[in-house]
């Protein structure tokens, strides 16, 4: 492949092409169902899913099949068939569907007002994971301009990644034989550690999402009346947490939710160490003086990768500050999220957390644990040495530097389906989720440069593809 001409052909189709569409696209409220029960009502998934179907046609390879596939009562997909030269198919994957706004954006930024700045595009789901479809297209097109041979690629674009992928196992199996028996499978929806190099997730954690409710009284009373005698929700909450985190450390008490961490993923941690130091913390939005846990940087890369982790995420039954009378609360629900190791099984995982919540209650409180998700998380297979080669050049042609190997704490449920479904595949999982991008968040940004030199990347790999 001609390096120039790939990163040329590239940059031009992200100029002219992707960044309008990137942008129309980040103003579309598209929720994933799970933050908008009524979807289908609001029309918001119809019109990404429209928009993203009609650039993909006018700007489809060659002899491309482009289909919009909705089943009964599922979330639709966009399936893309481009025919190659070579008989293996290549997977590419992303999803259209996006996280709700969150509060603290930046005057002048908003969820659904693209700006563009400083080479970045602002506004939800432009980094997650709206550039995917057009970065995969685009690479393929980039191979075609220089008449290059490729595998038959599939792109698979879902709609409900944010929700955990309730729908995409259905999709797979409807899809069996159209998706065929990837060897490859390239995901554009992970992180990377910095914007200045290829990097290539390893691992991902699995999740529990848990609804853990408390209640103690039929309705609210004075706190003058109810104080010093009914023990309060909060006080509740405090103990039970207590039970599944060391308030100290935040170090996970359920011995079952941690894992043997492999050797090599403990020393690709070393190297991403060593690469990023104490970005790794710093690139991270700290108040000033506010320090990360305890521990080297690898031991911070691993808590973020290999190890449970809890999270408090969410708060019903608590007023406003404004609106908080002298009252003793009758109820409080948290949802939890707590982070899995890849390779812990999050269906026992569930079950160990439940029971240990809701046994032997303080005060005989009326306690409810309801477990609302679980995904497994996705240890890679050993890439082989034409992978390992090619993500190494093709970092050094278009970033300049060597490519980087890490684990994600985050999870991409899809990946643990096909992990199990395509044993023998290779996978490069990859994105632009890097520094200060804020997926979830406020302020959430697409890094436009590392974007375009990542699609070239792609292109390049997919030409390499044994």
């Known amino acids: ?58 700007n489809s390879p060659q002899n491309a099949v482009i289909e919009v596939i909705q089943l009964e009562n599922r979330t639709p997909v966009i399936l893309i068939d481009v025919p190659g030269e070579k008989e293996d198919t290549i997977l590419l994957y992303g999803h259209l569907d996006k996280q709700p706004e969150m509060t603290g ?6 969820p ?21 479809v057009f970065a995969s297209l685009t690479a393929i097109r980039s191979i075609q301009a220089q ?35 990837p060897g490859l499978i390239i995901c554009l929806d992970s992180g990377c550690g910095n914007y200045e190099q290829l990097w290539a997730t390893t691992s991902l954690r699995g999740l529990i999402s848990a609804k853990l409710k408390i209640d103690v009284l039929s309705h609210g009373v004075h706190s003058g009346m109810g104080s010093g005698i009914v023990p309060s929700c909060f006080q509740i909450l405090r103990d039970l947490l207590s039970r599944i985190e060391d308030q100290e450390s935040g170090i996970v008490l359920l011995d079952e939710l941690f894992v043997e961490i492999p050797e090599e993923r403990i020393n690709q941690a070393n190297q991403t160490a060593e690469v990023l130091g104490d970005a790794v913390y710093k690139d991270l939005p700290f108040l000033e003086n506010v320090k990360p846990r305890s521990g080297s940087t690898t031991d911070l890369l691993l808590n973020n990768t290999w190890r449970p982790a809890l999270s408090v995420t969410g708060c019903d039954g608590m007023p406003s500050i404004a609106q908080a009378g002298n009252v003793t609360l009758p109820s409080l629900a948290v949802k939890l999220s707590m982070r899995l190791p890849p390779n812990c099984d999050s269906d026992k995982a569930a079950a160990i957390l439940k029971e240990t919540l809701v046994n032997d209650p303080p005060f005989d409180a009326h306690i409810t644990c309801e477990i609302t998700e679980t995904s497994g998380g996705w240890n890679a297979p050993a890439a082989a040495e034409w992978l390992t080669n090619a993500n190494q050049e093709a970092s050094m042609h278009y970033f300049e530097k060597p490519f980087v190997c890490m ?11 096909l992990g199990k479904k395509f044993p023998e595949a290779q996978f490069l999982i990859t994105g632009v989720l890097g520094p200060e991008s804020n997926a979830h968040g406020p302020n ?11 699609t070239a990347c792609v292109a390049e790999i997919i030409t390499k593809y044994k």
């Open 105 to 110: 954006w930046e005057e002048g930024l908003a």
């Open 1 to 58: 492949m001609d390096h120039k001409k790939n990163l040329e052909f590239v940059t031009h189709a992200w100029d002219k092409a992707i960044i309008p569409a990137l942008i129309e696209y980040v103003k579309i409220p598209n929720k994933s169902p799970q933050f908008d029960p009524e979807w289908r009502e609001n029309g918001y998934m119809q019109q990404a899913v429209d928009l993203i179907a009609e650039w993909c046609k006018a």
């Open 112 to 132: 659904w007002q693209p700006v563009l700045r400083n080479n970045k595009l602002y506004g939800r789901g432009g980094a997650d994971d709206g550039y995917a």
């Open 407 to 417: 684990g994600e704490g985050g999870s991409i449920p899809f990946m643990s389906m």
């Open 444 to 454: 959430e940004f697409l890094h436009i440069p590392a974007a375009k030199k990542l």
């Open 147 to 181: 008449g290059l041979p490729h595998a038959r690629c599939v792109i698979l674009i879902e709609a409900c990644e944010e929700s955990g992928s309730y729908d995409l196992p259905y999709y797979i199996d409807a899809l069996n034989d159209r998706i065929a028996n």
